[in-house]
T-cell receptor
């Protein structure tokens, strides 16, 4: 049973370009979460999605950031017009969303974004 | 609002010594509490969780944590440190009042010396 898959593992972008980060949840999981980890800091929640719905986006910056989890395919975190401050590790987590294990989030290995 | 405080950003122990990593939480509702471990350039791996059942929770790799409501604490311990325990450890809280997001502490880097 494959875990949470994120790609790419490393992404380099120049200022002003777009970054697209992909996350495939664990099999059977319908809930996806994105977190950002800045250097020397803990993870900060960004957004929580279920299939085709954004449930909680209270941690998303108001501009340039968007997320989706379509009916088919992986969840995508999109950052438009990247700036150097966007350089961070972006982690995706998934959970079944129900039952005793419904609230346990399993994390991917992350995408490390570097903005030049 | 929920928050987590991890005292000590760096902890160093000798191999075979007791490991104690501190975590205090603030939550307006009974919380779910978690400890995750992160090895360099990897994602987070769940060590253990507290979900209002037994207050002493046993996890993987010999770690355990005790939920103490009176102290709002959920400290992580291991009787005997091993070199392979060197990693960063994160405490996290999730409220039961709605919403699934985890709020993380700033992490504790554990160093194990010979």
């Amino acid at each position: 049973n494959a875990g949470v898959m994120q790609n790419p593992r490393h992404l380099v972008r120049r200022r002003g370009q777009e970054a697209r980060l992909r996350c495939s949840p664990m099999k059977g999981h319908s809930h996806v979460y994105w977190y950002r980890q800045l250097p020397e800091e803990g993870l900060k929640f960004m957004v929580y999605l279920q299939k085709e719905n954004i449930i909680d986006e209270s941690g998303m910056p108001k501009e340039r950031f968007s997320a989706e989890f379509p009916k088919e395919g992986p969840s995508i975190l999109r950052i438009q017009q990247v700036v150097r401050g966007d350089s961070a590790a972006y982690f995706c987590a998934s959970s079944p969303g129900s039952g005793d294990s419904g609230n346990i989030q399993y994390f991917g290995a992350g995408t490390r974004l570097s903005v030049l | 609002a929920q928050s987590v405080t991890q005292l000590g950003s760096h902890v160093s122990v000798s191999e075979g010594a007791l490991v104690l990593l501190r975590c205090n939480y603030s939550s307006s509702v009974p919380p779910y509490l978690f400890w995750y471990v992160q090895y360099p350039n990897q994602g987070l791996q769940l060590l253990l969780k507290y979900t209002s059942a037994a207050t002493l929770v046993k996890g993987i790799n010999g770690f355990e944590a005790e939920f103490k409501k009176s102290e709002t604490s959920f400290h992580l311990t291991k009787p005997s440190a091993h070199m392979s325990d060197a990693a960063e450890y994160f405490c996290a809280v999730r409220g039961t009042g709605g919403g699934n997001k985890l709020t993380f502490g700033t992490g504790t880097q554990l160093k194990v010396e010979l």
